[in-house]
């Protein structure tokens, strides 16, 4: 059909291959498919209303807007829509379609002529200011302007669209019959929609003026809603593509396919189709038109501000920032000072990694307040709010400031900000841990990883403020992705896998590869992955993912990659990575980073038997934990100078410390963090039990047990096998210390199966935590 179409130089809105809208101040044209459509209305209003019942007619009128608004779509796809919401009169439209196209001219006459009876009487069938009355005038009119050879080339083009329909529903009933008794059925009728939806694209032709806003309008409402119903990129493109080459002067098609390259990543089309939007923009005078002569300058300042935040999306800063000193300039110039306001906001980004940045954000936002931009200024308190949390100020004021900024989100409708609002509660909840003893009582908090999971779960049941379609996912935004991140995380973290791995399954159903935010969810599902493979003792499984984590996150993978290298006990190599890591950290002020750095680079020296040299970067770690307010960090710091002064041999200060610790860690803290806590305690009890008499030892050495065994079941939720090992072997140890032949027995058998199943690297077993 794609010939057909392209071979309408009968359109009366078409010169030299190009649409021109108003050449005759119509916006439509006749084409076979909206004879299809014209044929369907017709025998709408022939029908009686007993022939058709209620809800038949109900989902008439829903399939009819589409269909009036839409692209052309093929004859057999029309037929079977019509057939979902009313059997009989699809056959009834089918019928009436072959009779004109396997007639003669004059039916088609005849058929055209009979449609102006519609709006005849004293109570017509439709009426003329109707949706449907527009529709059919616009048709009349079209129709009533093309001379004789052009209905000539219509009626043989409805014959070619009418024959094509016919061999496409015969071909679909072949492929019916012969896979009905296939195992692969549902499979081949999938390839088989795909391919009715290429051909769909390809039939679509040159569109109208109104076809074509529908489209672009509605393609650019599922990029933004639900990425996974919008076309592919290709489709889409290859759709842009054929509008423009019909009319290369349509702007808003030029930035469609500007955010199409942006689903990609290609910064070259991105940019190209970015600058052809602005030039035809001024070319087509909308600007001007709109806003006087000022408006070539208003475009040519957003056009360079839009480039500004184009190249800092790809990370091309210095580019960037002369794109951003253009906008400056022209919008001082013009003294537009929302235009200002947006450079203001661009030119923080650019430098946020400076330590005055946040004096600049200030501005920007009591500036944005000023000139009543209620999004500026709210997205300018979420930035704020961010920076803060990073420069370690106190939870309760950046709560605050989040309180203050939903109100202006509930009062201006700003669903989007209030989804980033809610998105930032639940990671600054992760980011802090628990607070303080005396703080929580006070305030009657439950733990942080309650409320992260009570604010992902109340973004994820809301509802969209804005206005989609039923069967469009109201909330395909980066907020969701992160806070479904979240959940996934603080599912792994818990041991149900089973939970973290629907939750994946979901996010990538709702975010699928190719789309922009997918990079969230690969990240999270390799670090889940990297996590079990290393409880797991699968080192080499581990390794291989660094990769794939390295490319999403350059940092995390360094860092992974360390971790591995230290299982492997190849400290040289994972001392190296480290220690160029914790210099590249320091100057980024990645602070979270920074300390866990630091507590593996304690781990390694202690696990070389330098416990001494682990005891400076520990307490650097705890500084910087509680400079920062982050309050499990210092806890799991604390947890770490414990197990240095137990190799140190001083146990009993070892317990003290591990009391001041381990609260937080078993209300709040992920399984196998509680598993080493655990763990910890026992040895640690051993320890001391060194020095006592032998009834007070024996009831030391039981309750030591007591703890391994919640610690092996912390680590079993985990399939930790290689800790459990290190259990086992303690526990062995102790039963046979108190004569419990049966139960060392089975302790020493168990540790002999994992010792089998897991590699051994030499390293004692009290030299890891």
């Known amino acids: 059909m794609a010939s057909v179409h392209e071979s309408l130089y009968f359109n009366p809105m078409m010169t030299n291959g190009v649409v021109h809208a108003n050449v005759f101040g119509i916006k439509d044209w006749v084409t076979p498919y909206k004879i299809a459509v014209l044929v369907l209305l017709n025998e709408m209003s022939r029908t009686g209303e007993g022939a058709v019942s209620l809800m038949e007619r109900r989902r008439l009128n829903q399939l009819l807007l589409p269909l009036l608004q839409g692209p052309d779509i093929t004859l057999s796809k029309l037929y079977k829509l019509i057939e979902e919401s009313c059997p009989q009169l699809a056959n009834s439209v089918q019928i009436r379609i072959k009779l004109m196209a396997e007639g003669e001219l004059k039916d088609m006459e005849q058929f055209f002529d009979d449609l102006s009876d519609s709006f005849s009487g004293t109570e017509p069938e439709v009426h003329k200011t109707s949706v449907v009355g527009l529709f059919l ?10 001379s004789f050879s052009q209905v000539f080339k219509l009626y043989t083009a409805l014959q070619q669209y009418f024959q094509n329909g016919e061999k496409k529903t015969v071909e679909d009933a072949d492929m019916e019959l012969t896979s009905r008794d296939e195992g692969e059925r549902k499979m081949e009728k999938e390839e088989l929609d795909v391919s009715v939806r290429e051909e769909e694209v390809s039939c679509s032709g040159p569109l109208s003026q109104k076809q074509a806003e529908f489209f672009l309008s509605q393609q650019a409402s599922l990029l933004k809603n639900d990425e996974t119903k919008a076309l592919t990129p290709a489709s889409l493109q290859k759709e842009l593509n054929n509008l423009l080459k019909f009319n290369p002067d349509f702007a808003e098609a030029h930035y469609l396919s500007y955010l199409n390259n942006l689903r990609v990543q290609d910064v070259f089309s991105s940019t190209h189709s970015l600058l052809h939007y602005f030039d035809r923009l001024i070319l087509t005078g909308a600007e001007s038109k709109s806003n006087g002569e000022e408006g070539y300058g208003r475009s040519l300042r957003y056009a360079a501000l839009n480039l500004a935040a184009l190249h800092c999306r790809f990370g091309h800063y ?36 400076r330590s005055d940045s946040y004096v600049l954000l200030e501005h920007s936002v009591k500036k944005a307040v000023h000139f009543g931009l209620p999004y500026l200024a709210s997205l300018g308190i979420q930035s704020l709010v961010q920076q803060r949390a990073f420069a370690g100020k106190t939870a309760n004021k950046l709560m605050d400031a989040l309180k203050d900024s939903d109100l202006l989100h509930w009062k201006h409708s700003l669903s989007e900000l209030i989804d980033i609002s809610i998105a930032q509660k639940t990671a600054i909840w ?45 909330n395909n935004t980066e907020s969701f992705a992160v806070a479904l991140c979240h959940l996934a995380e603080l599912h792994a973290e818990q041991g149900c896998f089973a939970a973290a791995s629907e939750v994946l399954k979901h996010l990538k159903e709702r975010f699928p590869p190719n789309s922009q935010h997918a990079q969230l969810w690969m990240l999270c599902d390799q670090k889940i992955q990297f996590d079990r493979a290393m409880n797991d003792g699968k080192y080499h499984l581990a390794d291989s993912l660094v990769t794939g984590i390295t490319a999403l996150n350059s940092i995390e993978g360094v860092y992974r990659k360390a971790v591995v290298l230290q299982a492997q006990n190849q400290m040289s190599e994972a001392h190296k990575l480290l220690q160029k890591l914790l210099v590249h950290c320091q100057k980024l002020k990645n602070t ?60 009993e200060q070892a317990l003290s410390l591990l009391h001041m610790a381990i609260e937080p860690i078993l209300a709040d803290g992920a399984i196998l963090d509680k598993g080493r806590a655990m763990f910890l305690v026992a040895k640690c009890q051993v320890a001391s039990a060194a020095s006592y008499d032998q009834p007070k030892k024996a009831e030391a050495l039981e309750a030591a047990i007591e703890n391994l065994n919640e610690a092996k079941n912390y680590f079993a939720k985990v399939d930790c096998k290689e800790r459990i090992r290190d259990v086992v072997y303690f526990q062995a140890r102790l039963y046979h210390t108190l004569g419990k032949t049966q139960e060392r027995n089975r302790c020493a058998m168990l540790f002999r199966q994992l010792h089998q199943e897991l590699p051994s690297h030499g390293v004692p077993l009290i030299n890891h935590l």
């Open 137 to 146: 005038r616009h048709m009349i009119l079209a129709y009533s302007k093309l």
């Open 430 to 474: 992760r980011l802090y841990g628990r607070r303080s003893a005396a703080e929580r009582k006070s305030c009657s908090l439950s733990p942080p990883s309650t409320m992260a999971l009570q604010q992902a779960q109340m973004l994820l049941s809301m509802n969209s403020l804005e206005a989609v379609n039923a069967g469009v996912q109201q």
């Open 592 to 651: 979270e980073m920074v300390i866990s750095v630091l507590l593996s680079v304690a781990e390694l020296y202690w696990r070389s038997s330098s416990p001494t040299i682990a005891l400076p970067m520990l307490l650097q770690a705890l500084a910087l934990s509680k400079e920062y307010r982050l309050q499990y960090l210092a806890s799991e710091t604390v947890l770490n100078l414990a197990f240095a002064q137990l190799i140190l041999g001083i146990p």
């Open 318 to 353: 210095q580019q960037a920032e002369l794109a951003l000193q253009e906008a400056i300039r022209i919008a001082q110039e013009s003294n537009d000072h929302v235009c200002l306001q947006h450079c203001l906001s661009w030119l923080y980004v650019l430098g946020q990694k």
